[in-house]
């Protein structure tokens, strides 16, 4: 019986999530897993050996090396057959490094973030420094806090959020790459809300807040999957594009 694949850490989520030729005219898809882009980001992006990507994410070097090869040739194909690189998936867990003030929750607790600013729903998401927390049980909030992001960044963003076990986002504008983030996280989204935190989850729990199709992240005119922060993994950020 062959032994179960070891999970891979990664560091955190991408900021963009698919790339594609001019005009989209891309001839078929390459999808290329979370674990494979770590490599890509860690040796190629970040410098890094072989054998410190593998301490990174805690494998074997020969286990780097293969994942590495897959992904180059992944990229390889994209560019030289135009195909459009969607990065989706794998076996990985995200590297759990987060506040010790955020109290963990229990298994029939439902947990919201609000992205936070003076009691508002802070309405650019990459750029949030503040979710406040609630915890709910039996429809009812029998907990709340504000955590602090310790970074910015959609991708470091959305890790924060996986690794503080939030189940529900209600915030503002948010990119498409950070949209896309929530759904591999497994959180559900109501983006395009304002006003009062407090009342926008009152008013989800109530069944009356409406989950908007495209809420979309315009300022500045960002583009998709921006970043609007220094990135957690040493990326780029707004004054550097």
Not at 105 to 133: D, P
Request: net charge negative; proline share 2%.
């Amino acid at each position: 019986m062959p032994r179960p694949q070891k999970s891979r850490r990664i560091c955190c989520y991408p900021d963009y999530w698919s790339f594609a030729p001019d005009h989209d005219t891309a001839n078929d898809t390459v999808v290329m897993s979370l674990d494979e882009f770590e490599t890509i980001r860690s040796i190629d992006y970040n410098g890094k050996t072989q054998e410190q990507c593998a301490a990174d994410m805690n494998v074997a070097r020969t286990t780097v090396t293969a994942i590495y090869d897959i992904a180059r040739k992944k990229l390889a194909a994209a560019l030289v057959e135009g195909r459009r690189i969607v990065i989706s998936g794998g076996n990985y867990t995200l590297d759990n490094t987060i506040s010790e003030e955020i109290t963990q929750k229990g298994s029939k607790i439902m947990r919201i973030a609000v992205t936070y600013e003076n009691g508002q729903i802070f309405q650019h998401f990459g750029r949030t420094e503040q979710f406040k927390l609630y915890d709910v049980a039996d429809g009812k909030v029998i907990n709340e806090q504000v955590a602090g992001t310790n970074g910015a960044g959609h991708g470091a963003l959305a890790g924060f959020l996986k690794n503080a076990q939030v189940d529900v986002l209600i915030c503002g504008g948010i990119g498409g790459g950070a949209q896309m983030a929530m759904q591999e996280a497994g959180i559900t989204l109501y983006g395009g809300n304002t006003g009062s935190a407090d009342e926008a989850v009152k008013a989800f729990l109530a069944n009356n807040l409406v989950q908007n199709s495209t809420p979309t992240c315009d300022h500045h005119g960002h583009g998709e999957g921006h970043s609007c922060g220094d990135h957690g993994c040493g990326s780029h950020s707004c004054g550097n594009h």
